[in-house]
């Protein structure tokens, strides 16, 4: 059985204040950016970390192979890259030793020390959405003489909207569609001639998947055409649902139990975030299941969730996730 750690961080500045607060810098896509651990995978590594240590001493009580995934990229490697779950796969690591099952742990800012997952589909699948728009440049002073980009921009991301809220059944399974960045322009009397927007789109069936796709292409070229522009949308570096195995959920209950006693939720809310650990548990039966780290002291209505500048956790925590580790490890 294989136990994952993802390790990689974000280009987010942190302002948690904290002693060891990330100073690092990197570049990301030809941009130089600040480095946080903003999702907590250092704190998975501590934890994985914490778990091999304790089953490297108890080896005579374990009957089988434990393999331990320390994996980078989970985020998503920059454009045009590979990296992830999908590479650690391709280069075997669920064979030799042939993995069976695989669990994963994953921190946020829930009550602390509860785990919690559902059977099923937990976490939405993801897309990366890139909408590029070529158009035809003029002074900013005659619009009429080009095509105004910042006008497409703005219909291409109400459509967007819309088509999420209003034109798919929301009661049948629940869907997102963002446009998170927009890039055009130099000058402000210059109208630009390209337009790049990206976004990501969740979802948690393939049906509705390939329908919000087909919606995004229809509406964007339409958008792009009205203007007389060429409007494009693809679709890539997609995850799949995590999909947590019906009979392996029942039986880890039981486990994890035993790691955190009366604080384990085997029913919790579907979640639209994304996790590559759903690679992993489409080739092998597996278990994604969150543990909660708010400190204390921050009410849960305030708390600074994953990706905030301020993300911070109760490392008391990390012993009920390095039981949780090894409580699945030796059952
Ligand atoms: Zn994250
Ligand atoms: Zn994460």
Partial sequence: ????????????????????ASKVKATWEGRTVPVMHACGHDTHVAMLLGAATVLAGMKQDIQGTVVFLFQPAEEGPPAGEEGGAKLMIRDGALDNPKVD???????????PHELNYRPEGFYASSDRITITVKGRQTHGARPWAGIDMASVAADIIQATNQIAARQVDVGVSPSVLTIATINMGFRQNIIPEDLKMEGTMRTFSKERRADLIARMQKSVTAIGDRYGAKAEVAF?????????????????????????????????????????FSMYAEKVPGVFIQLGGRKPDVPAETVPVNHSPYFDVDEAVFETGVKAHAFMALD
Avoid: C
């Fill in 236 to 276: 890539t570096q997609p995850y799949p649902v995590t999909y947590n195995d019906p009979a392996l959920s029942k039986w880890v209950k039981g486990t994890l139990e035993k790691a955190s006693p009366g604080k384990v939720d085997d029913n919790a809310a579907l979640v639209t975030g994304a996790e590559d």
């Fill in 101 to 111: 099952a695989v669990f994963g742990v994953h921190i946020g800012p829930g009550d």
């Fill in 1 to 20: 059985m294989a136990l994952r750690a993802d390790m990689d961080a974000l280009p987010v500045e942190e302002k948690t204040g904290l002693p060891f």
